[in-house]
Structures are given as C-alpha cells and as structure tokens.
C-alpha cells in the first residue's frame, strides 16, 4: 500500500523556520501533485501550498513570500520551507499526494499529520 508520512513540526518562536518533509513509500507508478494543508483548531482544513509534477505551484495568499513548497523526485519526498513564522501559523499540518497506481489510476493520499506551534 501507498503511505505518506510527515516530519519536522514542532514549536518555534514568532519570526523562526521550519521545514517539513513528506516522504511516500509503496507501490505506485508515479506521484502527480504533491501538497501541504493545514488544520488549526475549530477550522477548516485549508490548502497552504501544491507542487505539480511539471513544477507548477499553488500557495495559499496568506503564507505566499514566506513558505515554499519543493520536491525530490528521486526520494519521492516533499518539502515546505516555512520562515517568517506568525502564531497564526500555527496548525497540524498534512502531506497530500495524488499517486498513479497500477489497476486503479490515480487516487489521493494522506498522511498523519506533523504539530506546527508558533509561540514565544
């Protein structure tokens, strides 16, 4: 089976950096968009950045100049930069990825999700 799995949340003061990573494991044949959403309490979950596979990307207007999402294709893993972190950045934060498999075709994924707390 297909699994994603997040890393690199945690707490940081207002103004600091992080970076988070999403690595897919499985059977698949490819990897067409990657994303990053974001769930803060009593909110909806919201789409922060995307990165298609031709390299066209999508940013939320509320973290665009301060987050950028990449990928490496070879690892099969995708990063989101974060600086210039605000308390209202604060959320979990879920990797998204729309995988091609074989049989099924493309089907969506998510994984567990990584804690991003910004605070002094």
């Known amino acids: 089976q297909v699994q994603l799995v997040e890393s690199g949340g945690g ?8 970076t ?12 067409s968009t990657m994303g990053w959403y974001r769930q803060a309490p009593g909110k909806q979950r919201e789409l922060v950045a995307e990165l298609t596979s031709s390299g066209s990307t999508n940013y939320v207007d509320s973290v665009k100049g301060r987050f950028t999402i990449s990928r490496d294709n070879a690892k099969n893993t995708a990063y989101l930069q974060m600086n210039s972190l605000k308390p209202e950045d604060t959320a979990v934060y879920y990797c998204n990825a ?23």
């Open 20 to 31: 988070l990573s999403c690595t897919a494991s499985g059977r698949f044949i490819s990897i």
């Open 98 to 120: 729309e995988f091609v498999l074989l049989w099924i075709g493309r089907q969506d994924y998510w994984g567990k999700g990584t804690q991003v707390t910004v605070s002094s």
């Open 11 to 18: 707490l940081v003061q207002p103004g600091g950096s992080l």
